[in-house]
């Protein structure tokens, strides 16, 4: 069923070669991330328009839920259990650090139950897998810039006055983007051999939550063990989105050195997390 | 000058790990305890988990433009072929080159949201098979056109009934344009009328100068569309040519039977003194056949043989037997029952080792998969029971001898009974 021969076919290289793969040194294959671009877009957007589909309050949810949460917490934290608040007032203080903190714990549980929920494309199509879980993270973020608005409206009641570290704030969001997308790769991929994974979220985000600085200020804890809080990229991310809202309001120094900390702890996972999801996409669709 | 080929596939192997496939989902337990059991042995000499190679060295080359068919029974891997060649799982071996751009269609509406309008949901299929924005847009009047869908456009498609349902996601499927494309099983969707229109449209893709690989179960459309097949058995390419001259030795294929074997069967029940070895399937003549005719005789065999160490009671016989055959749809449902107490008279004897006839003059099913239960008894004593063990495939035949045909649609859904009608 030859129709041209044998040797004109050597004049024009394939578009792609399947072959197997193994081991650690995959390509990253950015090449391919960029020819669906689009796709991403779309399942990005399908992730936005679905959230509040069918729900009353729609896109208020995106304000009601730090809101509760910070609620519920200043009368726990701040008033029963008198914790300090580095001289803001708690619900401010508090409210501050849940917004990146709802913003992440969302995207951890979406992203970590992603790939897994969408096993009907896995095995009906090919597209870099990467795409799914990294959709569910961004699509997250409409959501926080709807409670960035809140905590606007919270420091005008307050009379907290925005000040320069504000500019700070897009490339804070970017690092808590990446921070999730680490981590949110890590546990979808996992997910998709482990369904113990499922379960493992929840509780991951619990003792996460209660393990950063966002309840109470770093200076609570005992000296010997803020090096223990420093390793946890979290601390030093959400340390700086508050003195990025609320920076004029308090004696607040930007930790640089936290910061950076952050900065390669999210490096580090968010790069161990690309190759080790390169390694296992390939058996996704046989597994999931 | 477009190239020469479009696809060159050498030696593709695909292995699946049969354990993988028992339980897909190993929990972490599971795998710290393989870990574990791995370190306590001596150099890996753990037991390797049983596998099955869906695809052991199969080669072909297609040249651009061709339209090829790709045949084949259950399990032959058809499918994983698909599955590989559109990069969804990866080859466990082999090379496969392409060129040119390749849009894979495994399933109509992959990718559909419920919740999301038939206008929304024509772009994010568009771009999940593969479309650009642009595109879609460009041919958007087209497809709504194709679906017979106006009106509807911003309706969630939970809302839709299935028909328009299927129509939308083989609208978008249908625009789909790239080089190479590939489609499993999505010919005939919708109702009658649209099922024409699709193969209507597939042909039109057919003959549009695109590469095109088909699977499909549905031989006449196969006919009708490819010039080439490829037929693929237990993994392995065993015809390549001509799409009459495949297809003719895969329906020749179908007709050679092998006897199922029942003697490594673990599920049944009994005392099992007495016991099935083989089932097989006869036709008229007496030759063996894998499937039955609708309308046609068919001749269930049944070997059977005493276990080792017992002895039949009197006179090397076993007393007053009682055989059963009954038959079942997929699901398990009973259709009917051939039962020896049913049609003889006297207690049967059986001697220690034989084989039992059912014969049944015409076959009263449509075309589908059946379930056999088989059923022995020696002096109101179950020796040996197997449910639902045997398959029977049934293919069409002239049941009612007017030469009509069992309509599609009502395939499967009963026993065909022979009726007269008296009209005025």
């Known amino acids: ?288 | 000058m477009s190239p020469p080929f479009a696809l060159r596939a050498e030696a593709i192997a695909k292995r699946y790990r049969l354990g993988a496939r028992i339980d897909p989902n190993p929990t972490l337990r599971d795998s710290l305890v393989g870990m574990a059991r791995r370190l306590s042995r001596f150099r890996g000499e753990a037991a390797p988990a049983p596998e099955l190679w869906a695809l052991d060295g199969v080669s072909f080359e297609i040249g651009a433009g061709e339209v090829v068919g790709i045949v084949g029974r259950n399990g032959a891997g058809k499918s994983t072929l698909l599955k590989i060649l559109s990069r969804i799982t990866e080859p466990t071996r082999g090379r496969i080159e392409v060129y040119g751009r390749v849009g894979s269609l495994l399933e109509v509406g992959t990718g559909f949201h419920p919740e999301l309008s038939g206008r929304e949901n024509i772009f994010l299929n568009g771009s999940i098979l593969g479309m650009r924005r642009r595109e879609i847009a460009a041919r958007f009047e087209e497809i709504v056109d194709f679906a017979e869908l106006e009106g509807f456009l911003d309706t969630p498609v939970k809302r839709y009934s299935s028909g328009m349902y299927v129509r939308l996601a083989f609208a978008v499927a249908a625009h789909l344009e790239p080089e190479i494309l590939l489609i499993d099983e999505v010919l005939a969707v919708g109702d009658a009328a649209f099922q024409k229109k699709c193969l209507g449209k597939m042909s039109e893709i057919a003959q549009g100068g695109r590469t095109v690989l088909f699977v499909s179960h549905n031989t006449a459309a196969m006919q009708h569309l490819c010039r080439r097949g490829i037929l693929l058995e237990g993994g392995r390419v065993v015809a390549d040519g001509p799409m009459e001259g495949v297809l003719e030795t895969y329906l020749r294929g179908l007709r050679v039977a092998t006897p199922w074997d029942l003697t490594g069967w673990t599920d049944r029940q009994g005392a099992g003194r007495v016991r099935f070895t083989a089932v097989r399937f006869e036709d008229e003549a007496g030759t063996a056949v894998s499937q039955g005719v609708s309308g046609r005789p068919l001749t269930i065999a049944l070997d059977y043989a005493t276990a080792e160490g017992e002895a039949p009671l009197a006179e090397r016989r076993w007393p007053n037997c009682r055989v059963s055959v009954a038959i079942s749809d997929r699901l398990g449902q009973t259709l009917f029952n051939c039962s020896s107490e049913l049609v003889i008279q006297d207690p049967i004897d059986l001697p220690a080792t034989g084989t039992l006839r059912c014969h049944i003059p015409h076959l009263p099913l449509s075309q589908n998969q059946y379930l056999l239960t088989l059923f022995l008894e020696v002096n109101r004593q179950v020796e040996d029971w197997l449910l639902h063990a045997v398959e029977l495939e049934v293919v069409d035949g002239d049941f009612y001898g007017t030469g009509r045909l069992y309509p599609d649609g009502w395939r499967g859904k009963g026993v065909l009974v022979p009726h007269r009608w008296m009209t005025p």
């Not at chain 1, 994974?197 to 063990?225: C, D, G, K, N």
């Open chain 1, 1 to 288: 069923m030859r129709i041209q021969t044998e040797e004109e076919s050597v004049s024009r290289p394939p578009d792609l070669v399947i072959e197997p793969t193994s081991g650690w040194r995959q390509p990253l294959a950015l090449g391919d991330l960029w020819h669906y671009r689009e796709l991403f877009y779309f399942l990005t957007w399908r992730d936005v328009k679905v959230r509040y589909k069918q729900t009353v309050l729609g896109a208020v949810w995106a304000l009601l839920q730090p809101l509760g949460t910070m609620v519920l917490f200043a009368w726990i934290f701040g008033r029963v259990a008198r914790l300090p608040s580095d001289g803001l007032p708690y619900p401010v203080f508090a409210f501050a650090g849940l917004i990146p903190w709802i913003f992440f714990s969302n995207a951890l549980g979406s992203a970590g139950n992603s790939l897994v929920g969408s096993s009907h494309l896995i095995t009906k199509v090919y597209f870099p897998r990467i795409l799914i879980p990294a959709s569910a993270v961004l699509a997250g973020l409409v959501d926080l810039g709807i409670s960035l608005g809140g905590i606007g409206g919270l420091m005008a009641w307050y009379g907290i006055r925005p000040t320069w570290w504000l500019l700070m704030l897009p490339l804070l969001v970017g690092m808590t983007v990446l921070l999730a997308l680490g981590v949110g790769l890590w546990l979808s991929a996992l997910h998709v051999r482990f369904r113990d994974i499922r379960y493992l979220i929840p509780f991951l985000l619990q003792i996460w939550l209660f393990a950063t600085p966002i309840l109470y200020p770093r200076s609570v804890l005992p000296e010997r063990y803020q090096w223990l809080s420093q390793l946890n990229p979290l601390s030093g991310l959400i340390e700086a989105y508050r003195v990025a809202l609320l920076g004029g309001g308090a004696p607040l120094p930007f930790d640089w050195p936290g910061l950076g900390l952050s900065a390669v702890g999210t490096m580090l996972l968010l790069i161990t997390a690309i190759y080790g999801f390169r390694r296992m996409e390939r058996t996704f669709a046989d597994l999931v």
